[in-house]
């Protein structure tokens, strides 16, 4: 089963919720899909098995044979390439990576050259199978290396992929294709409007969801009460306890340190599961 | 005029509630909320929308099927695998148009999304512009960029001497796009390993496009030592470290109350985010208000 915890407003406890509920489990693959600024390390020191690299492929021209004709950046949807009088000028941050010029070059001008964006690191940290990407600084697009990450799935473990906050292209890498969805909020006016575009992005993407609230003795009833009426279980909360903010602030993990709060966590993933099971029954039900 | 970026790597380290608190203090700047796939800044500050445009960046493959013979090339050439089963897959179509240049039947158009909406709002504290990116769409970078031309279009015409731009979390397009020349950013950081891990990154990128940076420690009393290291590492940077707001629980009850701190209470919370912002103020050439509009030149220019 994969499980991607999501939030829309940052700084919720997304990563504490995925840290937490991997050392709850056993046999768990877990991710960091936030490339932008990964934070899961700081809290495993993970024994690295491997480092890859994460390049994109962006065009090289070769001046000898190229006629600029312009051909090339007539196809760029990006701009990536222009042709001003007989130079051809390459933007390679902006380039996306489709090929298409290359491909389309009437004269087979263009070669592609591999240009590295970040890279992937896989580890261990006491039998936790641990993945993580990271952007270079500098380097605007973070999916290519999220997509990538995500091929190194396992899908016979259980695979929890802490994703980046908001709800645009790299939160959308990171949800895709996930069994289930975890929204994790906080009850204040930011986590609810936050949590709301993040309950429409995983409802176009027709990923089961539950919420989970952090610091859930706070605020008013207005996060209960929209859940209820979106649909969309409520499947367990921290309360505001001191303890754990300190725990989190040194990079300890809670469940370790503050062993009551383990059946918590449990109790959350047999839900998950529960909801997983109900709607795989559902579309059996469908198709027969 | 002047543009100040607040930014922090790490979200939710408290960017919205400092720049509506700023907003309070300067009084003559133009807000543009930067991050447009999770803005919060317009539940503080309460704008009344007076202009609503469309905002149209991205594109999508559409396949005739009565031209389409199925002969599966476009599938082929797609590198975002968005042609499943002869169907475009919204999500994961960039808009990069190689399927239709390669479809032999000609039978794939480019069509223009409408990947969100932007405004332009009058808010007690001067006028703000924003913007709300579609659900799941991208090109948030592009929005982004557009938010900040406008915001900078009504203060140059309105004679305001500052933009204050809300930034997004992270490091990626929307970061680089709400930093490209603005005169200083803020980053904003609390004194968690995270916290810190983020900033290092997050200052890195200013560094990298040559955006002068200052830090604000939020929550600093939280955990002293991590504090107490952001201070050493920012002090080797050379990057100085201008406020330092201790925690209060008053922060989560003006949020709650829809409210700024400074509004909200006179307290140590509301103190230290005046001593910052005075330091600000001096760092970029003070008194900002040098050439402030009069009344009447402070009208909005729509």
Known sequence: ?288 | MKQITVISGKGGTGKTTIVASLATLVKKAVLADADVDAADLHLLLKPQIQRREPFFASKMAVINPERCDGCQKCREVCRFGAIVDLQVDMIACEGCGVCLHICPQGAITLKEVKSGEWFISKTRYGPMVHAKLGVAQENSGKLVTLVRKEACRIAQEGGYSLVLIDGPPGIGCPVIASLGGVDAALAVTEPSLSGIHDLKRVLEVCRHFRVPAWVCVNKADINPENTKRIREFCQQEGTPVIGEIPFDPIVTKAMVFESTVIEYSGGRVSNEIKKMWMRLERSLGYPLDQDRPSKEGRAMNL
Do not use: W
């Not at chain 1, 996060?223 to 309360?239: D, K, Q």
């Open chain 1, 1 to 288: 089963m994969i499980i991607s915890v999501a939030s829309g407003k940052g700084g919720t406890g997304k990563t504490t919720v995925a840290l937490n509920l991997a050392f709850s489990l056993t046999n768990v693959q877990l991710m960091d899909c936030d490339v932008e600024e990964p934070n899961l390390h700081l809290f495993l020191a993970p024994q690295e098995r491997r480092t890859i690299p994460v390049c994109i492929s962006v065009p090289q021209v070769d001046e000898t044979q190229c006629t600029h004709c312009g051909k090339c950046a007539e196809v760029c949807q990006f701009n990536a390439i222009a042709v001003v009088k007989d130079q051809v000028l390459i933007f390679p941050e902006i380039c996306h990576g489709c090929g298409g010029c290359t491909l389309l070059c009437p004269v087979q001008a263009i070669q592609e050259t591999p240009r590295e964006i970040g890279y992937i690191q896989e580890g261990n940290y006491n039998g936790l199978s641990f993945v993580q990407g990271v952007l270079n600084v500098g380097e605007p697009m973070p999916t290519p290396i999220i997509r990538q990450e995500k091929k190194l799935i396992n899908k016979d473990k259980t695979v929890i992929l802490d994703c980046s906050p908001g709800t645009s292209c790299p939160v959308i890498e990171g949800v895709r294709g996930s069994d289930f969805c975890l929204l994790v909020t906080e009850n204040t006016p930011f986590g609810l409007n936050d949590l709301e575009l993040a309950v429409e992005m995983v409802k176009a993407l027709g990923i089961p969801r539950g919420v989970f609230i952090n610091q859930e003795d706070l605020g008013d009833g207005k996060l209960r009460e929209y859940c209820r009426r979106e649909n969309t279980p409520i499947l367990g909360g921290l309360p505001h306890d001191r303890r754990i903010a300190e725990v989190y602030s040194r990079g300890g993990i809670v469940v370790e340190e503050l062993p009551e709060y383990r059946d918590l966590f449990l109790a959350l993933f047999q839900k998950i599961q529960d909801i997983g099971f109900s709607r795989s029954q559902d579309e059996l039900e469908r198709t027969l």
